[in-house]
């Protein structure tokens, strides 16, 4: 075996197209379903989730889902 050879990845991966198959299905499936982080500027009036917020309310299923509206008076980072 050359070293060309030893270095050409279809000799040691025989299976190689198949991995590119299920990836692309992978990708067929699973981008659709990500949503992009929408820019939100200062002054926009957003509702907040209250997953992990503690609240007085000592039962989950009869507290509030979400707080707000908040007003945004400064962003932190584009994901924040």
Not at 36 to 54: C, F, Y
Request: proline content about 6%.
């Amino acid at each position: 075996m050359t070293f060309k050879e030893y270095l050409d990845i279809e000799t040691h991966c025989p299976h190689l197209q198949e991995i590119k198959t299920a990836n692309e299905a992978y990708e067929k499936f699973t981008n659709p379903q990500c949503e992009l982080t929408p820019d939100w500027s200062i002054g926009t009036m957003v509702w907040v989730k209250t997953e992990n917020i503690k609240t007085k309310c000592p039962s989950i299923k009869f507290d509030h889902q979400m707080l707000g509206p908040f007003k945004i008076i400064k962003k932190v980072s584009s994901h924040a």
